[in-house]
């Protein structure tokens, strides 16, 4: 075994990158491969994440490889950025905010390496972590949900969590776990049977004109809704059959409004329109601390998908 390091990607090493990414998305569901051009755009050069706007600055010397001979091993890509005030996961319950005045933060957007060489994941991860620190960041978002590619798993930049190599990797460079992360899909093409609240309500469907899609249920008389869903309409290339798929990008209930049917009829509803408008799935993400999400989405029909994925966090010593 000899010595290994870790360098920027040089054009003609593309090819090879794109190649183990697409290796890597064999594994997640709701991706798309890339050519070495695709992944260019989507991936190195992509600074707005997808689902929610964020503001990412890539730097050539954060997209980092490792060789062997002639073989690439391993590849990180590193970049610094802005969260919204609340930097909370981009998932059901979980809006959007306005960029906060603050430091910029650390992304580790994307990791791979062969299973059980760890060393070349930790080679990674030290020259990652040295081209943040030279940028002045202390806090480190790896696999942050909003900052992920636009072909990768809905858009949502969690980990695989299948991916024990990268999990120890990213544990032995000192990186804590913060989320558990379950995926649902709902698959369209037929209406669903829609259970209709108790309550007497108002709905109002504001169509995507520059911004999600959203249906609101507001009681008589109320100015602000008492429940609302969001939906994106998510990147092309993630489309099945030629049919379009969707992303869940917000669903709340107001408190003392829940457990009286509002959110699952509010989603049931959302599913049959976009059914009618030829779509053939919505994806949903719930951390596991949300227990509501997680009993509301199967009643929305929702099916829980194998996948899990994991969100980390590291501050760098100064």
Not at 166 to 183: F, H, K, Q
Not at 190 to 205: D, K, S
Not at 290 to 314: I, S
Request: hydrophobic share 45%; charged share 15%.
């Amino acid at each position: 075994m000899f010595d290994i390091n870790a360098t920027p990607i040089q054009e003609d090493d593309l090819p090879a990158v794109a190649a183990l990414v697409n290796e890597a998305l064999t594994q997640v569901p709701i991706s798309a491969t890339v050519s070495a051009d695709s992944f260019r755009r989507l991936g190195l050069l992509n600074e707005q994440g997808t689902l929610y706007p964020l503001d990412l600055h890539n730097d050539p010397a954060g997209w980092l490889l490792v060789r062997d001979r002639n073989m690439t091993l391993g590849f990180v890509h590193a970049c610094t950025g802005y969260l919204p005030d609340a930097a909370a996961p981009s998932l059901v319950g979980q809006g959007p905010s306005a960029p906060a005045a603050a430091p910029p933060v650390g992304f580790i957007r994307f990791l791979i390496f062969p299973p059980g060489r760890n060393d070349v994941g930790g080679v990674l991860l030290a020259a990652a972590e040295k081209f943040l620190r030279a940028a002045g960041v202390r806090t480190v978002y790896a696999w942050h949900p909003q900052a992920g590619y636009p072909f990768y798993h809905a858009g949502v930049g969690i980990s695989n969590g299948q991916d024990f190599y990268g999990l120890s990797a990213l544990s032995e460079a000192g990186y804590l776990l913060t989320t558990r992360v379950l995926c649902y899909q709902c698959n369209l093409g037929q209406p669903m049977p829609e259970y209709t609240p108790a309550r007497r309500l108002r709905c109002v469907m504001r169509p995507a004109t520059g911004m999600p899609w959203s249906l609101s249920a507001f009681l008589p008389g109320e100015p602000q809704p008492c429940a609302q869903v969001q939906i994106k309409t998510l990147p092309e290339a993630l489309a099945v059959n030629g049919k379009p798929r969707a992303y869940l990008l917000h669903a709340a209930v107001q408190e003392e409004m829940q457990r009286q049917g509002i959110g699952r009829w509010l989603l049931q509803r959302a599913c049959n329109e976009f059914s009618a408008r030829g779509f053939a799935a919505i994806i949903a993400h719930a951390t596991h601390q949300q227990a509501a999400a997680q009993a509301v989405l199967p009643q929305a029909g929702f099916e829980e998908l194998a996948f899990r994925g994991y969100t980390f966090e590291r501050q760098i010593p100064r």
